[in-house]
């Protein structure tokens, strides 16, 4: 609520007053504190992000190191700015048969500009697709701080799983994939933190809790539950000190370049309504059999 609002008055123009005397210069100062922010100071033919003028940052900069400044306020080392872009890349696209994607394809045969096509595709990256890391990362948090009060691994995660298991959940968020047996993304991505622990730029603690989680929730089950892309681009956000809520919404940003690359693909191809099979394929229907509403005649056979 303004401060002229809080008085219940209102600015009265031309008088340079508001109702209650309030002057022009303090409404226009409680105007321009309305929205504060460290990110980005813009002046006429001046723009700074987190202090550094655009025309440094354009051509000496890359993406990944300005994601990262706006997200952060410093700058990255190149070996961090590395790291990060290693997961990014990992979960750029994973096919039509991913519901964003094909959310995407579908939401353009329906005529959905692209802007639409998108933010439909990005509305499913919740809990449970694409958006696991996030809370991937608060159970790995979770076990970090029970270390840190001097629990030992392996008690640490059996505690932080039975908890997730009292609260109710059975899928623990980063494991296990409908699709691949082993996540192609996932040694080829723990090898680059392993490297990135080897020459310093990370701790690695978060590639061992990772691992250990992985042990405990395959322990006693006839295949193994490998972390997924969830599971390892957390270990790696984790790593890289980013919150929770910053690992999904990186998450995201990297799987809005697939979601545009299809969308606009299906734009090309054409198609006009494309549903989730084609129509040659039925789904399966399990309500009751056909039944008559009492007193109806066969309508399909009257003329009217
Ligand atoms: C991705 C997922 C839906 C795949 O499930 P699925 O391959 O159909 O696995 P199933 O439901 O057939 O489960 C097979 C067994 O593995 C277990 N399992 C699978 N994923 C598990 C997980 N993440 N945590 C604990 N157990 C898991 C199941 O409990 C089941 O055990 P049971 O045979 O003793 O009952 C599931 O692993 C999951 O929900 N993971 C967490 C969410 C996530 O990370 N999503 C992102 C995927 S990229």
């Known amino acids: 609520m303004s401060a002229a609002e809080d008085r219940g008055t209102a600015a009265q ?4 007053t ?16 309305w929205w504060q922010t460290d990110i980005i100071d813009i002046r006429p033919g001046e723009i700074a992000l987190r202090g550094y003028p655009i025309e440094q940052l354009i051509g000496n900069v890359g993406f990944v190191e300005t994601i990262w400044l706006m997200l952060r306020g410093e700058l990255p080392s190149r070996a961090q700015a590395t790291l990060l872009e290693s997961a990014l890349v990992a979960s750029v696209d994973h096919g039509p048969q991913a519901p964003s994607i094909a959310i995407a394809r579908m939401a353009t045969t329906c005529g959905v500009p692209v802007n639409g096509a998108m933010a439909s595709a990005i509305n499913v990256l919740d809990d449970i697709h694409g958006g696991p890391g996030q809370q991937c990362m608060e159970l790995y948090l979770e076990v970090d701080a029970e270390c840190e009060q001097g629990r030992d691994l392996d008690d640490a995660v059996r505690l932080v799983l039975q908890r997730r298991r009292d609260a109710g959940v059975t899928y623990i968020p980063g494991f296990g994939h409908r699709f ?31 691992r250990a989680v992985e042990a405990a929730i395959g322990a006693g089950k006839p295949r193994p539950i490998p972390m997924n892309v969830d599971g390892v681009t957390a270990v790696i956000y984790c790593e890289l000190g980013f919150t929770p809520e910053l690992g999904r919404g990186v998450f995201i940003l990297a799987r809005s370049v697939g979601i545009l690359a299809h969308a606009s693909e299906q734009m090309v191809q054409g198609g006009r309504i494309k549903g989730p099979l084609p129509k040659s394929i039925g789904y399966t229907y399990t309500g009751p059999e056909r039944r008559s509403v009492a007193g109806a005649g066969d309508e399909r056979r009257s003329t009217s």
């Open 13 to 16: 123009p031309g008088d340079g």
């Open 18 to 33: 508001s109702g209650d005397g309030t002057s022009a210069e303090a409404l226009v100062d409680e105007a321009r504190r």
């Open 180 to 210: 691949h047996p082993l996540d192609p993304r996932t040694p080829r991505l723990l090898s680059l933190v392993d490297a990135a622990a080897a020459d310093g730029t990370v701790s690695g603690r978060f590639a061992t809790i990772g």
